[in-house]
């Protein structure tokens, strides 16, 4: 089968074309598929026009038209839309239904149905009201358009793929029927690595928030901290990423409020290859998350590459964090908002060795058997077979 999957950006700096849409082509590719990547690179324009391949899949950054505006727009879409109808594809996968794949999405449909590809769209994220309108700084006009074009593209598509149970949910109310939507979330992300098993000797207990920091209050996080260490005087909190509003500077201002900036380190963003050892260092991850409809509906990749290597999670029972921990098992959920029941659930593992080995060992076997990619591709053969 020949796949072609469109972008509404490069794979770079967000993240939904690198840590989803990648390695599902890689997966595909492995199962004997063409599958080439087109990306429109208008976040780096420096990587216009340029193409390569790895691990059997095609990737493309599509020449980009001069930026005048709305025109620029408009070519974007249509040289994304021509360069997928010359590759002469059974599928065209467009991932997310808004922006230039939505664009493109909107121009494959014209054509008629007997001169087209199957087209799939991809949704990983809400983004009308309640989801990212709500959280982005769009101009009211943006908001409105893309609003429309999320209901539009997920209602005109041969075939959904969702990468929540809420989004699943979601698109059904839209009157989609069950049997064009098919769930697929997210798979591993980074390589697996024993975190335990590299702990530095002597170190002082270390809690680990692996985050993007939108998803629940900083505060919560520093609040968290402070209860463990009424049990654990010891304890450590080790901040690893970068917020997408600045909102490391207020963690590291509320810890200085709450007097434990000295048990708090940031070190910000840290590259894949880097992680596992930076990991190792921890004993217990927390994964704060509010009940909101943006969380509810996203499917975690940072979770899923704490639970892959070895830590125990500590994490509220929001969305798809439900369908990734087992509680008690490969994790434990605790009610969102609950932050006394959050950091009780901390301090017992902290303290008690044997169960966090356990739980940890448990939760990358679970999550490596679950949500590997090559069996997450069978889903999405599904989707494109009809």
Excluded at 164 to 175: C, D, H, K, M
Aim: charged residues 20%; aromatic residues 8%.
């Amino acid at each position: 089968m020949r796949i072609v999957m469109v972008g509404p950006f490069g794979l770079q700096p967000r993240g939904t074309m690198s840590v989803r849409a990648l390695p599902l082509a890689r997966a595909l590719a492995a199962r004997g598929h063409t599958v080439t990547v087109l990306l429109p690179p208008w976040q780096t324009p420096e990587e216009s026009g340029k193409r390569w391949e790895e691990h059997g899949v095609a990737i493309e950054n599509i020449p980009l038209p001069p930026r005048v505006p709305i025109l620029f727009h408009v070519l974007t879409a249509l040289r994304l839309a021509r360069r997928a109808l010359a590759l002469t594809p059974d599928v065209v996968h467009l991932f997310k239904p808004k922006a230039y794949s939505g664009l493109a999405h909107w121009m494959l449909a014209r054509l008629p149905r007997a001169r087209r590809p199957r087209l799939v769209v991809d949704t990983d994220d809400w983004e009308g009201p309640g989801g990212w309108n709500d959280l982005a700084p769009y101009t009211p006009a943006q908001r409105r358009f893309f609003a429309w074009q999320e209901r539009w593209g997920l209602t005109h598509a041969d075939a959904v793929t969702v990468a929540s149970r809420a989004l699943e949910g979601l698109v059904w109310a839209l009157g989609v029927p069950p049997a064009r939507v098919v769930y697929v979330p997210n798979g591993l992300g980074i390589p697996p690595a024993g975190a335990a098993s590299v702990r530095p000797a002597g170190a002082p207990p270390t809690l680990l928030l692996y985050t993007r920091f939108f998803e629940f209050p900083t505060a919560r996080a520093v609040d968290v901290l402070c209860r463990v260490r009424e049990r654990v005087p010891g304890a450590r909190l080790l901040v690893v990423g970068k917020g997408l509003f600045g909102e490391e500077e207020a963690l590291l201002e509320q810890a200085r409020r709450a007097g434990v900036a000295d048990a708090l380190s940031y070190v910000g963003w840290v590259a894949p290859e880097a992680l596992p050892a930076t990991f190792a260092q921890a004993d217990v991850a927390i994964y704060p998350f509010d009940d909101t409809l943006v969380n509810r509906t996203k499917c975690p990749v940072k979770l899923m590459d704490l639970l892959a290597a070895g830590l125990p999670v500590v994490a509220e029972a929001v969305g798809e964090v439900r369908e990734t921990i087992r509680h008690g098992e490969t994790g434990w959920l605790v009610a969102p908002g609950d932050v006394a029941a959050f950091a009780a659930a901390v301090a017992d593992l902290l303290t008690d060795a044997p169960r966090r080995e356990t739980m940890g060992a448990a939760a990358a076997r679970d999550v490596q058997a679950r949500r590997a990619w090559d069996g997450l591709a069978v889903a999405v053969e599904r989707a494109y077979r009809g």
